[in-house]
C-alpha cells in the first residue's frame, strides 16, 4: 500500500508523471535508474536483488548517450569515493559506532559497510515508498543474507529533520549520495547544519555537492535527461570555494573536498570520469577540552 505524502511534502516525494514505469515520485524514479546502471554495470547478489527490469532498461538507454562512459565512471566514483571517505571518517574505537545513510535509495553500500564493520551500526533513511520497496526486495532476494546490524527509517528529509528522525540519537558518520542537488544552496546549508546537530563531537558528513561549473559542462546532457525523470536539481555551486563555504556556513570545522577524477585515480577506479561534483568531507569540532582550573604557583 503507498501512503498519502505530508501536504508540505518535499516535490521529490509528490506523487507525478512516471511515463517510464519507474516509480510515483521523482526520488523513487532517481534510486530506480541509479540502482539499474549498478546493476548492469555491476552485476552482483546485492545490485541485481535491489534493482528492477524498467531501471535496468532505463540505464541501458543512458548508456547509448553521448558522454555516457564517463557519466557511469562518475557514479562509480561517488559510490565508492563516498564510502572510502567514510571509511576514513570512522573513529579508531568502533563500540557504540553508528554511521547513517541519509537518501540510501537503492545503493548497496549500507550492506557493504554492516558486513565490513559487524561492530557498526547502520542505519539507512530515504522516502517512504524508497524503504519500502528496498527492504521488500532484499527480503524477497534468496541468494542474500541481511546483516543483523543494518536497520532502516522512512523520513521526508525536507520535512523532518534527522534530529527528530532519529530521536535526538548523535551519530558518528552520516553520508548523503545523490540528496544534495534537489534542495537548493540555502537549503543545503540548513540541512547540514541539522545534520551536524544530530553528529557526535568530531564526528563526520561526507556527500557529494553540485559543481555547476564541472570542466567543459559534459555532464549537462546525461544530467538533463536524468533530472527529468529524477526530479529537478537546484544545487548549484561554481568551484570549490563555494562548496567549501557551503559547509562552513553549515557549521563545519575542517572541511576537505576531493574531485571526482582524484578520487578514481587514488581508489584505482575506471576513468575518464565526469567531473560533475566535489566529494565532501565535513567535520564537526571534537569536544572542546574543559578549561584549565586556576592554578596558582607554589609561593
Ligand atoms: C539520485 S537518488 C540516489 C540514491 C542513492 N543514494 C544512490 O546513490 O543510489 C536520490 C535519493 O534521494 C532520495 N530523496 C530525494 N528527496 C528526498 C527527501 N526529501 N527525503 C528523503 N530522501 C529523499 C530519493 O528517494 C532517492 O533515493
Not at 33 to 62: C, D, H, N, Q
Not at 145 to 155: D, E
Not at 253 to 261: G, N, Q
Amino acid at each position: 500500500m503507498t501512503e498519502t505524502p505530508h501536504p508540505s511534502a518535499s516535490p521529490t516525494a509528490q506523487p507525478s508523471s512516471d511515463t517510464l514505469g519507474l516509480g510515483r515520485t521523482s526520488g523513487q524514479r532517481g534510486a530506480e535508474i541509479i540502482a539499474g546502471f549498478r546493476a548492469e554495470k555491476y552485476p552482483t547478489p546485492e545490485t541485481l536483488a535491489l534493482s528492477r527490469w524498467a531501471g535496468r532498461i532505463v540505464a541501458r538507454m543512458f548508456m547509448r548517450m553521448p558522454h555516457s562512459d564517463k557519466a557511469m565512471n562518475y557514479l562509480v566514483a561517488r559510490l565508492y569515493g563516498l564510502t572510502e571517505l567514510a571509511r576514513r571518517a570512522l573513529p579508531a574505537q568502533r563500540e557504540e559506532t553508528v554511521i547513517v545513510e541519509l537518501a540510501c535509495g537503492l545503493s548497496p553500500r549500507g550492506l557493504y559497510l554492516a558486513r565490513e564493520f559487524p561492530d557498526v551500526q547502520v542505519i539507512e533513511i530515504d522516502l517512504p515508498d524508497v524503504v519500502r520497496d528496498k527492504q521488500k526486495r532484499l527480503e524477497q532476494a534468496r541468494n542474500l543474507t541481511l546483516p543483523p546490524n543494518i536497520r532502516w527509517l522512512a523520513a521526508d528529509l525536507g520535512v523532518t529533520s534527522l534530529d527528530d528522525i532519529l530521536e535526538n540519537q548523535q551519530v558518528d558518520v552520516v553520508i548523503a549520495e545523490g540528496l544534495t542537488p534537489y534542495f537548493t544552496n540555502a537549503e543545503v546549508i540548513r540541512m547540514a547544519n541539522h545534520i551536524r546537530n544530530s553528529l557526535k563531537p568530531g564526528g563526520s558528513f561526507v556527500c557529494d555537492l553540485p559543481w555547476d561549473e564541472g570542466p567543459g559542462g559534459e555532464g549537462q546532457q546525461v544530467a538533463g535527461l536524468f533530472s527529468r525523470q529524477a526530479g529537478l536539481y537546484k544545487c548549484k555551486l561554481k568551484n570549490e570555494a563555494e562548496a567549501r563555504q557551503l559547509l562552513a556556513d553549515a557549521g563545519y570545522e575542517s572541511i576537505e573536498l576531493y574531485r571526482p577524477a582524484q578520487m578514481a585515480e587514488t581508489l584505482k577506479l575506471a576513468q575518464p570520469v565526469i567531473e560533475y561534483s566535489f566529494f565532501a568531507w565535513g567535520r564537526k569540532a571534537p569536544q572542546q577540552a574543559a578549561a584549565p582550573a586556576d592554578v596558582t604557583p607554589p609561593a
